[in-house]
């Protein structure tokens, strides 16, 4: 197979548009956040929302009475009262939705689908709200308005005509509330299939998997509050100066007190060396705090081998000094595998180690006693580790590190995945899962009685197999833009184009409304910013962050229009017209559900653990979920213990002359939405199409920095393109290269997944150059 990117005019509405001007490319800075960081937010808020509205909004976020961030899942404080926290791109995430712009039936009467897709995700996405449900018919050029009931009528036209129920797909981004995705799972599972993959799959899945066979629970095991008590934290292949900003202040604190941070990233993100908080106003005038106190350039997928040269060092102090650098107690007592790990990790070769990870063995020796000197270390990661190719075992190297210390449920240490979406956690948290639990569907069989589907659902790679297949014929989505963020675009794409039905409920254009079935329908929201009015009064909902503290949001500005409806009105919506009544079976009272969400929470209490006494819990501000591990010290695996676990250093193989490329996230992005044209951190801005390179690999490749290249993606003997990419000299090790995703979405093979998660290795891409 080859596809190629020429980008060309409509022949590939599926890809970004080339840029023909070259970027604007300056040094990074050496400090994040401060007083720039305020400019950028005041300017996107005043640009989207004006003056009035841009301040009303700013000041809710994250306050108790207020909307949770619609940005990312970092937990805010345990007393947010009377603070405001404030974060540069929670408010540019927050102006995005909250924007006075609109997308009307009028502005698609003007512009054709084909014309749409020929603007670049930044115009598309600025175009504004969504105001009505659309329809584009076979064959139509336009997406025309509908009414509600419509839309449901066609939904349950498709849906009742499928063959199977198995021939649906869907899907779920992490913004859905618990209330809504609680709701959503149940009408897929009454539907009678598991087909509900969300973008988890392509996410922290690694994390889930990884974590569920070694700890029991798929989740992380600190709390904020831990970070005050951490000696050690490591920060593995994660940016958080773009994509968590708060936790740059939770990291500050903990510098200031003397806490030892680590970064181990083939980058060195400006957010990790320095930090001035936006807030404290004296910071600004200063060089603001350091971060990170070592920073290791891992060279891309070498993160297996850079923490075993970490360990080993460890097991070669501890042997030196036996008892002072493991902690045997918990390691007899809690955990397993112990003797076959060590064993293992002493056959390892230095040579293998330092060749695989990049590093020199002094830095790895550096870390090493920062690490050994921990009385309480956590360790934190994102999308550098659970995309790579070996995502789950890398994940397990984190556990086996942090098990050697005991630093587990202990005060001050953990796992500490951090998520992506706000509300990411939740929705698996609520049932929406490929491959639901037992105990999980048991108990949506007592509490619903009816015969839940058992057998295993598509996740999102199996579903875009599944749909370039022919074999699933309505796609929806309860957010997303799935087209965009999904692996192989042009793969992507050609599935979608061969299902009968593509249904998007969104709260902006994306381009998974331009590329679409035989028919489409865009299914416009209320986003979390919105109060959410319904017959028995104003409505909450909730959403669980990266630490399992469950939180309540209530929007409080006006509707963008008065035709949108809210995630749980248009699942209930859906599920009204879909699923056939049989009068003898009790069924959900939909309606009711819509009137009065606390309904659907107390239905929540009755089957997921934890939730008992929802409501009551949620009005008093919150409550964490029980965790047993950092609770108890309790590991929920087959064996009772924790599990050491052996992995094997991965090598790539590349072609001649070839990188191996990782897609990353710009800093003024979210996921595909693309906030503006500045990567700040990085010194890159007025462009998006671009490739950094270490200079030596330019050098060798007799290319210019600013040239432009065509990148070709290797993998199984197929080959993908992506044109036009201007090349940036970065330090970054040689060898490695990075682009933005989703400009680089179409270079990623469908096939090239990390084994036992199936996520999209979308941090290990195999690929070469020529000039353009
Ligand atoms: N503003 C903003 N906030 C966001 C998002 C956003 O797009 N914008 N997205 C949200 C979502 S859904 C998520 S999942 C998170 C993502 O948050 P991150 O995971 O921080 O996002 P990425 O940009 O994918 O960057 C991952 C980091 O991994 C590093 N990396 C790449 N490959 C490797 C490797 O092989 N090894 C190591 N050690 N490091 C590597 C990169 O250099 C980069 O620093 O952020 C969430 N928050
Ligand atoms: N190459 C590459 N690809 C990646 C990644 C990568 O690092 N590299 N990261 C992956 C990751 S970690 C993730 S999480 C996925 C993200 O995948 P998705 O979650 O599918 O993508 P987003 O870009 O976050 O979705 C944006 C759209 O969501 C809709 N939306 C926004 N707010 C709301 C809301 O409140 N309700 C509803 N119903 N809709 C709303 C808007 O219409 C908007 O256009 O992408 C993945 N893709
Ligand atoms: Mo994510």
């Known amino acids: 197979m080859s596809s190629s990117s020429g980008n060309p005019k409509s022949s590939h509405p599926e890809l970004t548009p080339l840029e023909t001007a070259p970027p604007r490319v300056e040094a990074p800075p050496s400090v994040s956040g401060g007083l720039p960081s305020v400019l950028s937010a005041t300017r996107h808020a005043l640009a989207e929302m004006g003056p009035l509205r841009g301040t009303k909004e700013l000041l809710k976020v994250n306050q108790r009475d207020g909307f949770d961030c619609p940005g990312c899942a970092w937990p805010d404080p345990d007393d947010r009262r009377d603070l405001v926290e404030f974060c540069e791109n929670g408010a540019k995430a927050v102006a995005e939705e909250a924007t006075t712009k609109r997308v009307t039936p009028d502005f698609f009467a003007r512009h054709a689908v084909a014309e749409l897709a020929q603007w670049s995700d930044f115009e598309i996405g600025k175009a504004g709200r969504l105001t009505h449900p659309m329809l584009l018919r076979e064959g139509a050029t336009h997406y025309a308005p509908v009414t509600w009931e419509e839309a449901f009528d066609i939904l349950a036209e498709e849906l009742r005509a499928l063959p199977s129920p198995d021939e649906a797909v869907f899907y779920t981004s992490g913004r859905a509330s618990n209330e809504a995705a609680f709701a959503y799972q149940l009408f897929v ?182 690490l050994i000197g921990s009385k309480a270390t956590i360790a934190c990661w994102a999308m550098g580790l659970t995309q790579q190719t070996s995502a789950v075992g890398c994940i397990q190297e984190v556990v086996n590190l942090l098990m050697l210390g005991g630093h587990l449920g202990r005060k001050g240490a953990g796992v500490c995945p ?196 929802y409501n009551r819990r949620l009005r008093e501000g919150g409550f964490h979920l029980p965790h047993a591990v950092r609770d108890q010290r309790h590991f929920d695996t087959p064996s009772g213990k924790a599990e050491f676990t052996c992995h094997a250093i991965p090598h790539l193989t590349l072609p001649e002359g070839g990188l191996i490329l990782m897609t990353l996230r710009s800093h003024d992005q979210f996921n595909t939405t693309i906030y503006g044209l500045e990567d700040r951190y990085r010194g890159v801005t007025k462009g998006r199409r671009v490739i950094f390179l270490n200079e030596a690999d330019l050098a060798r490749r007799d290319l210019l920095p600013g040239q432009r290249v065509d990148i070709t993606s290797h993998f199984q003997g197929e080959t993908r393109r992506a044109e036009g990419f201007f090349t940036v000299p970065y330090e970054i090790p040689q060898g490695c290269a990075a682009a933005y995703f989703p400009e680089a979405n179409v270079l990623v093979p469908i096939g090239h997944v990390t084994g036992r998660s199936h996520t999209p290795a979308y941090k290990s891409i195999l690929i070469t150059l020529s000039p353009h």
């Open 189 to 370: 599972r009454m539907f009678g299939t598991n087909n509900l993959p969300d973008c988890s799959n392509m996410c922290h899945e690694s994390s889930g998997v990884a974590l569920k066979e070694t700890l029991g629970v798929g989740k992380g095991s600190v709390s904020l509050e831990d970070f005050q008590h951490a000696d050690c934290i490591l920060i593995l292949g994660q940016n958080p100066g773009t994509n968590h900003p708060r936790m740059l202040a939770t990291l500050q604190a903990a510098a200031q007190r003397g806490a030892r941070i680590i970064s181990l990233n083939p980058l060195l993100e400006t957010g990790l060396k320095s930090f001035a908080h936006p807030q404290k106003f004296w910071t600004w005038m200063g060089r603001g705090t350091p971060i990170a106190t070592l920073h290791l350039p891992v060279k891309v997928n070498g993160d297996i081998a850079a923490l075993k040269g970490l360990m080993k060092l460890m097991l070669e102090a501890e042997d030196r000094a036996p008892g002072t650098v493991f902690d045997l107690a918990f390691i007899a007592e809690h955990t397993r595998g112990f003797e076959a790990f060590v064993e293992a990790l002493r056959a390892t070769r230095w040579e293998e180690i330092l060749e695989a990870s990049g590093l020199e063995r002094e830095r790895l020796a550096a870390a090493a006693d920062l």
């Open 418 to 613: 951090v998520r992506g979406h706000s509300n990411v956690q939740g929705d698996r948290t609520m049932g929406i899962h490929e491959k639901p639990g037992e105990a999980f569907l048991d108990a949506l069989q007592r509490t619903f009685r009816f015969d839940p589907p058992r057998h295993h659902g598509h996740d999102t790679v199996q579903a875009i197999r599944a749909m370039h297949e022919g074999r699933v014929g309505v796609f929806f989505a309860l957010g997303g833009n799935f087209l965009s963020a999904a692996p192989d675009t042009a793969y992507t794409a050609e599935a979608l184009r061969r299902t009968r039905l593509t249904a998007h409920v969104s709260t902006k254009l994306n381009r998974s409304h331009l590329v679409t079935g035989r028919r489409a329908l865009i299914l416009p929201c209320l986003g979390r910013t919105e109060a959410d009015h319904q017959a028995s009064g104003p409505q909450i909902v909730s959403v669980e962050n990266s630490m399992g503290v469950i939180s309540p949001s209530r929007g409080n500005l006006a509707p963008g229009s008065e035709h949108l409806r809210s995630e749980v009105a248009i699942v209930a919506g859906l599920a009204e017209a879909v699923l056939v009544r049989d009068p003898a079976a009790p069924t959900v009272d939909w309606k009711a559900w819509t009137a009065n969400y606390d309904l659907i929470r107390d239905h929540i209490a009755q089957v997921v653990p934890g939730f008992e006494g």
